[in-house]
């Protein structure tokens, strides 16, 4: 059973800095792509950034391009998420999630089968 933990969330101001950690367990996740994403109330899972368990591939929409940066630590079996520059617009909850095939890049919440519990991030003006 695979299962996904987020930490490292809080209250910033707006220009700092945060790092998100997606502690995974469960089984190996070689073959597996980590992604993250965020949610506003009343709007739909944004994505933010992806890696490859086995690669150093990563990809990035031009929204969050140069200010996020993510990353893993395949000893410790986490994924983490820089997060630089914050803006009050950033202000959301943030997921980890997992998805068993990494050749392909996939965006959609809906791609991905496994899901950490939310963890808030709020960017204070």
């Known amino acids: 059973q695979v299962q996904l933990v987020e930490s490292g969330g809080g209250l910033v101001q707006a220009g700092g800095s945060l790092t998100l950690s997606c502690a995974a367990s469960?089984?190996?996740?070689?073959?597996?792509?980590m992604a993250w994403f965020r949610q506003t109330p009343g709007k739909e899972r944004e994505f933010l950034a992806r890696?490859?368990?086995?690669?150093?591939?990563?990809y990035y929409p031009n929204s969050v391009k140069g200010r996020f940066t993510i990353s893993r630590d395949n000893a410790k079996t986490t994924v983490y998420l820089q997060m630089n520059s914050l803006k009050p617009e950033d202000t959301a909850v943030y997921y980890c999630?997992?998805?068993?095939?990494?050749?392909?890049?996939?965006?959609?919440?809906?791609?991905?089968?496994?899901w950490g519990q939310g963890t808030q991030v709020t960017v204070s003006s």
């Open positions: 890696i490859s368990w086995d690669l150093d591939v990563t």
């Open positions: 999630a997992a998805r068993l095939g990494d050749l392909l890049l996939h965006m959609a919440p809906g791609d991905y089968a496994y």
């Open positions: 469960g089984r190996t996740f070689s073959g597996y792509a």
